[in-house]
């Protein structure tokens, strides 16, 4: 059983996002920091260290503009160069002063067409970098009852929906993300996964939801999600971070640790692990150094994968059939109540790494090289 498990891990992917290398904040205040990322390359080498650290974080996503280069093909060469690939293509059609009354779903026909033809421009990077995921996410949505057509504008997200699907290459692929509110507050075009799925049911196999686990009210039952959408072979994949009010974007089971656990159980039961289910990062680091945030997410999702398949499925079924409430909830706590850890290091030291990512970071001396380095510029950070 060891073996198998660790076969499961060693094949777990986790994609780190290029914004979470910058300076980010809140709408009170972006923190510098030193040592942060001035483009696009120098985000691809931070990310590069998460993945030689842990050997499990080999993809990138980028987000257009903030990652805009001359030459993609020449960034995705780069980051081969540096051990890594490009991963999905995240599409931004909320920060023009154009989108303030929504995107495609705006009413003015003439921004439909400006925010139609960035999410085509995002394909044509797709194809230059190698990328098969397009991330689609709309801020789109009204703040007062009135403002305008509720269901004119669930014609106007499909129209643009059908016509980005149309554009998509074989292999490709694109992701809708739903988020309940903000900045949207009366009504969000995208608020919930019925809408997102109902919108790629449509469409076909090449759309597929994305579930961003801080983008629910309080007390939804993700792992319900989950198991829906994988059972209908439409979970497409996650962005992963933790929540305690709202959209916090902070470190991955920060907040909830066991609801993480309960996630990725669901997942090994649907057979996510092996369903080409995208399993990506999406947090801010407010406060905390960025690259070592990067590590500890990635090594608390490890670690629930690793719990998720520690769990006794045989007599959990018989359990559950047999109607023993309390056996089947204990067959699931024994599992999340296992230190994996020993059993991670001991992965990681049969590949070849450090048994401790945290620790061996810390000694590599990369942030003190950095920090060192990269001085003058313009930060990254949000919008850049």
Request: proline share 5%.
């Amino acid at each position: 059983m060891t073996t198998d498990i660790k076969a499961a891990l060693r094949a777990l992917h986790i994609e780190t996002p290029s914004w979470a290398y910058g300076n980010s904040g809140t709408r009170f205040k972006v923190f510098a920091q030193r040592g942060v990322p001035r483009d696009p390359y120098e985000k691809l080498a931070d990310a590069a260290q998460v993945h030689a650290h842990t050997g499990v974080a080999p993809t990138v996503a980028l987000h257009i503009p903030w990652d805009k280069v001359a030459d993609y093909g020449h960034l995705a060469a780069h980051a081969r160069e540096l051990g890594v690939g490009i991963g999905a293509i995240n599409s931004n059609v909320f920060q023009d002063d154009a989108y303030m009354l929504g995107s495609v779903t705006n009413p003015d026909p003439a921004v439909r067409r400006k925010a139609l033809a960035h999410l085509l421009e995002c394909v044509d990077i797709m194809d230059a970098t190698g990328s098969d995921t397009l991330k689609l996410w709309f801020s789109d949505g009204t703040n007062y009852p009135g403002q305008d057509d509720i269901r004119a504008r669930q014609d106007r997200l499909a129209e643009a929906l059908s016509a980005v699907y149309a554009r998509l290459g074989e292999g490709q692929r694109f992701l809708l993300e739903y988020k309940l509110f903000e900045p949207a507050f009366y009504t969000t075009d995208v608020p919930d996964w019925g809408t997102a799925y109902a919108h790629c049911l449509r469409l076909g196999p090449k759309a597929q939801v994305v579930v961003d686990t801080g983008h629910h009210a309080p007390g939804v039952n993700i792992e319900f999600i989950v198991a829906f959408l994988l059972r209908e072979g439409k979970l497409g994949g996650f962005d992963f971070n933790s929540r305690f009010y709202a959209d916090d974007d902070l470190m991955v089971g920060a907040a909830d640790p066991f609801q993480l656990f309960r996630i990725m159980y669901e997942v090994v039961r649907g057979g996510g692990l092996a369903a080409g289910v995208a399993f990506m990062l999406d947090q801010c680091h407010n406060i905390e150094p960025k690259i070592p945030g990067q590590i500890r997410s990635v090594m608390n999702v490890q670690e629930a994968t690793a719990k998720a398949l520690l769990v006794d499925r045989d007599a959990l079924a018989a359990a559950q059939t047999g109607g023993d409430v309390l056996a089947a909830n204990a067959v699931l706590m024994d599992a999340y109540n296992t230190d994996v850890r020993p059993l991670l290091a001991e992965l990681r030291e049969e590949t070849g790494l450090a048994p401790d990512p945290m620790a061996a970071y810390a000694k590599s001396g990369y942030f003190e090289k950095i920090a060192a380095e990269r001085v003058g510029g313009t930060q990254a950070g949000w919008g850049a």
